[in-house]
């Protein structure tokens, strides 16, 4: 036997529409067999049928009664029956629209609302206590965001899903009010339930935290493939959210429908073209020992979609000498030469704050003293800056026991106390 | 909320009551209301199954005895009361009809 099976979501929100839905159905030959999770399945059949859902949970007597009016019962999705009947003209199962509004308002119960409410302060709380999402949020460098771009993309993952669940709570909200004060029309009644729309909400997160995932460990053909979803998935939300004309305009509602996730999928193959024009799937982080090798130093590896960031740290305090000792050596790879700048330009000026004299005098200071220092534009420290001449980068500084030097799209950070070491290390790190 | 509800009966309230005066069960009760209306009202399923059991808690109606799956309802004094109260309120309206005289 032959099944059609048809995508659901959407047709579920408004029960007369799903009524004309399944009705335009049974006129070119398909009869309603049943309702998977988010799937119409039709079976073949050749005559035109009424359909009508009904909510109440009554007893055999009712059933009973259903049937001997000749209703044919069909299936049940989430709490909601599916009945047809041969006659076009039979009588529905609901003729009174204030005792059909009650039965779908005791579907609307408020736990939903309050379990909404719970997960939305929840989310809030998660973004604006925890200092990683603040911070990232509130990051105003521009080369801050290619460095930190996994923290960025799932900073504002968790903000977009909030807004989708602040969404989700107003409407609630606004559909609970809307049956309670009998201000529905007859032809937008809802049929959807709550539970289900929180699975919706749940995959969601699911499909979220797998990109996040997948950015994380910059697993590149992979992220295709998930923003594919992603794009489809956010069709569907907004056949949710933009549902209320539908299928009460019957014709070219499934084209438009086919051409917004289609153009929506191109949008977003379009971005992701451009994100990955001419990138490697991995970056050559070439030579990934640090310059030296007899200290004790924490390696420390991040990747995205722009570069690979590979630092080499110690700090300690030193008995012997009474003193704190810090080296470092931070070598980026970046994709783009632009980025590449930016990174660098932002690197230049950073370390200038850090060793500037007047900053340093003030934070001695009492708070109510204190002079607020600004960082300096990048022409600015150029000027107070010495470029170290070298065959082995394009443009080298050796300021105050810092490097830091770009050679094309390879930048390196360092402290080094002798400047003599400067043409050994960038050897060792750009070739 | 439910006793706002039936402050004023819609027709289909009203001729679930009016069928009610010997005892019936549901599936009678929507046969006798089309029947007696000549079709002109019609109680779906749903809502006849809704509107009972909340007539039973106003005390409109008694649940008489149960068979084969099938509750019988009839009318109590209270609903009797009820309808009435709806009798001198439609006879209102039609005094008050009758008084203004509009010409056809």
Redo the contacts between chains.
């Keep these: 036997m032959k099944y059609k099976y048809v995508y659901a979501q959407g047709k579920l929100l408004i029960e007369d529409e799903c009524i004309a839905f399944l009705e335009d159905m049974s006129k070119q030959g398909w009869k309603l067999k049943k309702v998977l999770f988010s799937l119409f399945v039709f079976e073949k059949c050749d005559k035109s049928l009424k359909y009508q859902l009904d909510y109440s949970n009554y007893d055999q007597e009712y059933i009973n009664a259903i049937e001997q009016m000749g209703y044919e019962y069909i299936c049940l999705f989430n709490d909601i029956k599916f009945y047809c009947h041969k006659d076009l003209n039979a009588i529905d199962l609901q003729t009174d629209s204030t005792t059909h509004e009650l039965n779908i308002l005791k579907r609307y119960k408020i736990l939903y609302l309050i379990f909404e409410l719970i997960l939305l302060v929840a989310m809030f709380l998660v973004c604006f206590s925890s200092t990683n999402y603040s911070t990232v949020l509130r990051e105003e460098m521009p080369a801050d965001f290619y460095i930190h771009f996994n923290q960025e993309v799932l900073a504002w993952g968790i903000f977009v899903l909030m807004f989708y669940v602040f969404l989700q709570f107003i409407k609630n909200i606004n559909i609970r009010y809307n049956i309670k004060h009998r201000r529905l029309k007859k032809d937008s009644l809802i049929c959807f339930h709550p539970l289900f729309r929180l699975f919706q909400f749940v995959s969601l997160i699911v499909l979220s935290a797998f990109i996040i995932f997948l950015f994380y460990f910059s697993v590149k053909p992979l992220i295709l493939i998930s923003i594919f979803l992603i794009a489809c998935f956010f069709s569907n939300i907004s056949q949710i959210l933009f549902n209320d004309q539908k299928y009460s305009k019957k014709k070219n509602i499934k084209v438009k429908l086919i051409a917004y996730t289609f153009t929506l999928l191109a949008i977003s193959l379009i971005i992701f073209q451009a994100f990955m024009k001419d990138k490697p799937i991995f970056n050559n982080i070439g030579d990934s020992k640090p310059y030296y090798q007899y200290v004790d130093l924490e390696a420390n590896k991040e990747s995205n979609l722009y570069l690979t960031k590979l630092e080499f740290s110690e700090s300690g305090y030193f008995e012997d000498t009474e003193d704190n000792k810090y080296h470092s050596e931070t070598y980026y790879d970046v994709n783009e030469k632009k980025v590449a700048q930016i990174i660098f330009e932002q690197l230049i000026i950073d370390n200038e704050f850090l060793t500037n004299e007047t900053r340093i005098e003030e934070a001695d200071k009492p708070i109510e003293e204190r002079k607020e220092i600004k960082h300096k534009t990048y022409e600015q420290v150029k000027q107070k800056y010495n470029q170290y001449k070298t065959s082995y980068a394009d443009i080298c500084y050796y300021y105050k026991n810092q490097l830091i030097a770009i050679n094309d799209s390879q930048i390196l950070e360092c402290t080094l106390d002798d400047s003599n070491e400067i043409n050994s290390i960038l050897k060792h790190y750009f070739n | 909320m439910a006793r706002k509800?039936f402050e004023t009966l819609?027709p289909?309230?009203f001729y679930i009551l009016l069928v009610l005066n010997i005892p019936r069960?549901?599936?009678e009760i929507?046969n006798e209301v089309s029947h007696i209306s000549n079709g002109e009202i019609?109680?779906?399923?749903?809502?006849?199954?809704?509107?009972l059991p909340r007539f039973q808690t106003e005390g409109y109606i008694d649940l008489i005895l149960t068979k084969d799956?099938?509750?019988v309802y009839k009318i109590t004094p209270l609903g009797i009361k009820k309808l009435q109260k709806e009798k001198t309120r439609m006879e209102k309206q039609l005094s008050l009809l009758e008084a203004m005289n509009h010409e056809v």
């Design positions: 509800e819609t289909q309230m069960h549901g599936y929507m019609q109680i779906g399923a749903g809502t006849l199954y809704t509107l799956q099938k509750k």
